[in-house]
């Protein structure tokens, strides 16, 4: 299996800050690269596919890079309804795992 | 608009069973993949189980390889997980979730879940 790693665990941040999330796979997995916003008590949101492609109706401020074992989900400028946890997951094989997720916290 | 209702979770013994559904709308279900995601209290996301749209392939979480199974029924629009053999560790919240056309993996659809209890 692949795994996924997700760094940092959490980040005290506030509103306005530039946001910067790493992930790393322990293989190659190409751009099969997602990040995914889960707000509490909600269900997973699709932000990113395919390493940097935006989702439909995600804010630009979002944004993904990265390819082969190294990705980067960025956010520009973080607003309010930023805070929230965020994970990336690889869909290069299955099991189509996750990272352990980053929780972003209001400093 | 798409829509994924879970259903069928409760408070189970361990050892026994249980089969939960996943009811779709608003969207070509026999186009598409599917999949069930689980998230443990507190804990993060960890994908269990996918489906081809024409059930010929199938994956599973080394987790729980042997005692679920993952089926689906195109003419009724759902999805199933039967769970057997379930332990405490089985616990969580169960999503189902649709993938994006392109790109299999990139699950851009989910429902609300369904919680499974595996308590004595």
């Known amino acids: 299996d692949i795994q996924m790693t997700q760094s940092p665990s959490s980040l005290s941040v506030s509103v306005g800050d530039r946001v910067a999330i790493t992930c790393r796979a322990d293989?190659?997995?190409?751009?099969?690269l997602n990040w995914y916003q889960q707000k509490s008590g909600k269900a997973p949101k699709l932000l990113i596919y395919?390493?940097?492609s935006l989702q439909g109706g995600v804010p630009s401020r979002f944004s993904g890079s990265g390819s082969g074992t190294d990705f980067t989900l960025t956010i520009s400028s973080l607003q309010p309804e930023d805070f929230a946890t965020y994970y990336c997951q690889q869909s290069y094989s299955t099991p189509y795992t996750f990272g352990q997720g980053t929780k972003l916290e209001i400093k | 608009e798409v829509q994924l209702v879970e259903s069928g979770g409760g408070l189970v013994q361990p050892g026994r069973s249980l089969r939960l559904s996943c009811e779709a709308s608003?969207?070509?279900?026999?186009?598409?993949?599917m999949h069930w995601v689980r998230q443990a209290p507190g804990k993060g996301l960890e994908w269990v189980s996918g489906?081809?749209?024409?059930?010929?392939?199938?994956d599973y979480a080394d987790s729980v390889k042997g005692r679920f199974t993952i089926s689906r029924d195109n003419a009724r629009n759902s999805l199933y997980l039967q769970m057997n053999s379930l332990r405490v560790d089985d616990t969580a919240l169960y999503y189902c979730a649709k993938p994006k056309t392109a790109t299999p993996g990139s699950l851009d659809s989910w429902g609300q879940g369904t919680l499974v209890t595996v308590s004595s």
């Open positions: 395919g390493a940097s």
């Open positions: 608003g969207f070509t279900f026999d186009n598409y993949a």
């Open positions: 489906i081809s749209w024409a059930s010929g392939n199938i």
């Open positions: 293989q190659s997995i190409a751009g099969y």
